[in-house]
């Protein structure tokens, strides 16, 4: 059985009850008809889907989810509070819904669009659905039936964008069970350069599901510095996929912070597509109680002399289960490639379990890579030289935890994007921060 | 301030430490030298608190409280500082970061408020100039790609800055050059006072040309086995360990 059969959610006749946004393009009602027939094929995959191994969407598919958010207004000094920056291009999504009022994208710079997806169609059917591909097990033929909203941003030819982007997803938490299909679509044209953070957040302990595919183009010579921060209720599914496709002498680094939900799945994909390309693919997940997060990253060096860097690392508490399956795959004629791969894992409990799978297919003969996966514990002669110098053993501990995990964000480059980053992740750590 | 009477303890199930007797008095330096294998680090990792040390008879009093009663950091905080012999690496942990927490740890203890942001930095370039580091060790990852010298000198810093009342130095002077041996043994000496102890302890004649100390002891098979002044260390330099092995032999266990 390679699909969960029993749902339910009966997605597919959702599909047609709701007032899905686009209607009236044929572009966007064929593709949506494709990832309909793709659904009805695929459904919710199953364990048995080598993909999906470590990670059931059982529960996922048992729980009854609705479409219909009631209305639920947030004032903009809360929203301030949610944010994760104070000074930056934001745009506001309230359980599933653009929130004019709250999004600050109204003065922008010339050559910088950042609109909400229902209000763009019709400047993305090139670009839309390019990135990802529909019969991949997943939940990417789900998402492009439902999508009814979402981020489109654009940054045009030689365009700089200093001021990062916030693109903040808040569940309020007050339609219980709402799934949300969000679609994100990020280009930078030729030479453009900026930094834009999906920021997930969810207000309640509520049960509920956010559905997001994110695609990322990069023309030659573009350059962003994409980060993902998730802080879903502790009660949510959040099921996301990163596509990115690379032309030459382009540079994505890309940084994935996992600290909500039930249950997480993240699938990140890059392609290096032009010579020249880099891509730093990093993450870090911080789990406890019965959290369960899956990381699957993939990487495609398609071109000669394209290089990539990865570091994952993931902090285990009490009852909790990663996964990190870390694929790169080095293409025929992908001579030069230099490729690292990194997974590192700090257990704090006995209960907690990690499987990590590092993979690397190499199919030219002239390339650089390497990679490696460990699992460890705190170091003991660390924690008796801290409290040896008075650290009592809960904060040492602690301490200890924090160096661990801040080490994935020294290689964002922006200061004020890796002190904010910090602060999060100091809360979030076992027993109340460094 | 320190009185170490019958200490005897064991490390998985081998007995190390064999009824160690010694009473170190406040603004006293001490030095504790011994061949390899003697117990000189066991002696050290005890008064500390490393776990996998088993005291089985005997008591460390300091300032009339039972040391070995109390947890590791404890201990730090009452002021009982252990220099390491190999000091470890916390990449992530930034050194000053290190010096702030620990220096708070014992002003809480002792009552006090957290120095600000000022006071501090103030007080630990002071502590800098006196070990001849430079200010940006504060900012790298605790010991983090430091030499040999410069984590034994970022050791004597964090002793310079949290002022203890006994310092036991275990083997500060192992891996010195010459001039690292002279800045760290100046360290050491600008810390004497009259109401702060010092254990040095030591395999090597040399630092104790440096940093003079007021009794020499010798250890052997987890005991004490003479005791004098300087004069005793420069006696082994001589003439090796060879003998106090011979000397010991004899006595009952």
């Known amino acids: 059985m390679k699909q969960l059969t029993e749902l339910a959610t009966p997605f597919a006749s959702v599909a047609d009850s709701l007032p899905l946004v686009g209607n009236e393009f044929p572009w966007l009602n064929a593709l949506r008809q494709q990832a309909t027939s793709q659904f009805n094929i695929d459904g919710l995959p199953a364990k048995k889907v080598e993909d999906w191994k470590y990670t059931s969407l059982w529960s996922l598919a048992q729980q009854s989810f609705t479409h219909d958010a009631d209305k639920f207004s947030l004032d903009a000094q809360q929203c301030d509070q949610i944010a994760l920056l104070v000074d930056a291009y934001r745009l506001v999504i ?13 003065a922008l710079p010339a050559g910088l669009s950042i609109t909400s997806l229902s209000t763009s169609l019709t400047n993305v059917e090139h670009v839309l659905g390019k990135q990802v591909d529909l019969a991949k097990a997943g939940l990417t033929a789900l998402n492009t039936m439902l999508m009814n909203e979402g981020v489109v941003v654009t940054v045009a030819t030689d365009v700089h964008i200093e001021k990062p982007i916030e693109l903040l997803v808040i569940n309020s938490g007050n339609t219980e069970g709402l799934a949300t299909h969000l679609r994100n679509v990020i280009t930078l044209e030729r030479n453009s350069k900026a930094t834009i953070i999906e920021h997930y957040v969810g207000l309640s302990d509520d049960n509920y599901f956010t559905n997001v595919v994110t695609e990322v183009v990069l023309a030659e010579k573009a350059e962003l510095n994409h980060y993902k921060l998730q802080q879903e209720s502790k009660n949510a599914f959040h099921i996301a996929t990163l596509a990115a496709k690379q032309a030459a002498n382009s540079q994505w680094k890309t940084n994935n912070i996992s600290l909500g939900a039930k249950l997480a799945r993240n699938d990140v994909h890059s392609q290096l597509l032009g010579e020249q390309a880099h891509v730093v693919m990093d993450g870090l997940y911080l789990v406890n109680n019965d959290q369960h997060i899956d990381n699957h990253t993939r990487i495609d060096h398609g071109v000669p002399n394209t290089t990539s860097e990865e570091l994952y690392k993931g902090v285990l508490e009490d009852n909790s289960h990663a996964v990190f399956n870390g694929k790169v795959i080095v293409h025929k004629d992908a001579q030069k490639t230099d490729a690292n791969q990194q997974n590192h894992n700090l257990l704090l409990s006995r209960g907690c379990e990690i499987d990590s799978k590092p993979e690397m297919e190499i199919y030219a003969d002239d390339v650089k890579c390497g990679h490696g996966s460990t699992v460890g514990q705190i170091n003991e002669n660390q924690l008796f030289f801290l409290r040896a110098r008075g650290l009592d053993e809960v904060t040492a501990r602690s301490l200890l935890t924090y160096a661990f995990a801040v080490d994935v964000l020294e290689r964002i480059p922006y200061e004020d994007i890796r002190q904010a980053l910090s602060v999060v992740i100091e809360q979030r750590l076992p027993r109340g921060g460094k | 301030m320190l009185e170490i009477k019958s200490l005897h303890a064991s490390v998985g199930g081998k007995e190390i430490l064999r009824g160690i007797n010694l009473t170190v008095n406040a603004g006293e330096v001490h030095a504790i030298m011994g061949p390899n294998g003697s117990g000189k680090s066991t002696l050290s990792n005890v008064i500390a608190g490393r776990d996998g040390y088993e005291v089985t008879q005997g008591e460390v009093i300091y300032k009339g409280d039972n040391l070995l009663n109390m947890a ?15 000091p470890v690496e916390i990449p992530g942990v930034s050194n000053i970061y290190l010096l702030k927490a620990a220096l708070n740890a014992v002003r809480k203890h002792q009552g006090l408020d957290d120095l600000d942001a000022i006071d501090f930095l103030t007080l630990v370039r002071s502590k800098l100039e006196l070990v001849k580091m430079d200010e940006q060790f504060l900012h790298r990852g605790v010991n983090e790609g430091f030499s040999g010298g ?16 006994l310092a036991i130095l275990d083997e500060t002077d192992s891996g010195l050059d010459i001039d690292a041996l002279k800045t760290v043994s100046d360290g050491i000496n600008a810390l004497r006072s009259p109401d702060r102890s010092i254990v040095m302890i030591t395999h090597y004649q040399r630092l104790l040309d440096y940093v003079v100390p007021d009794f020499v002891h010798v250890l052997s098979k987890g005991r004490i086995v003479k005791s004098g002044d300087k004069e005793l260390a420069k006696e082994l330099e001589k003439t090796g360990y060879s003998w106090v092995n011979t000397e010991t032999e004899g006595l009952p266990a």
Do not use: H
């Open chain 2, 72 to 86: 590791i950091e404890e201990r730090a905080q009452r002021g009982v500082f252990l220099a390491f012999q190999y």
């Open chain 1, 94 to 106: 309230v359980d599933g819904e653009f929130s004019q009022g709250l999004s600050s994208v109204d």
């Open chain 2, 150 to 165: 410069e984590k034994k000198r970022n050791e004597i810093l964090q002793m310079a800055l949290l002022e203890p009342s």
